[in-house]
């Protein structure tokens, strides 16, 4: 399973996963280099940053807002 770091509370990180449902996770199990619009891998209880997949939708925003300001 897929999320997003939307944020972090106090000891936790707030996930947003694939189907839009938001998860809190203690900030202790995910990796300490991650930060907010991070992607993440959730596998049981295995957290690890997908670099590829922030790196791809980071791209696509980009592509985004270019296209915004051409219009």
């Not at 199990?29 to 690890?48: F, L, M, Q, R």
């Given at each position: 399973?897929?999320?997003?770091?939307?944020?972090?509370?106090?000891?936790?990180?707030?996930?947003?996963?694939?189907?839009?449902?938001?998860?809190?996770?203690?900030?202790?199990?995910?990796?300490?280099?991650?930060?907010?619009?991070?992607?993440?891998?959730?596998?049981?209880?295995?957290?690890?940053?997908?670099?590829?997949?922030?790196?791809r939708l980071k791209k696509e925003i980009d592509e985004l807002t270019e296209d915004m300001w051409k219009?």
């Amino acid at each position: 399973m897929k999320g997003i770091i939307d944020r972090f509370e106090e000891n936790f990180a707030i996930i947003e996963l694939e189907d839009k449902k938001m998860i809190n996770i203690d900030k202790n199990i995910i990796p300490k280099k991650a930060k907010e619009g991070d992607v993440i891998n959730i596998e049981g209880d295995i957290i690890t940053l997908n670099e590829k997949e922030r790196e791809r939708l980071k791209k696509e925003i980009d592509e985004l807002t270019e296209d915004m300001w051409k219009e």
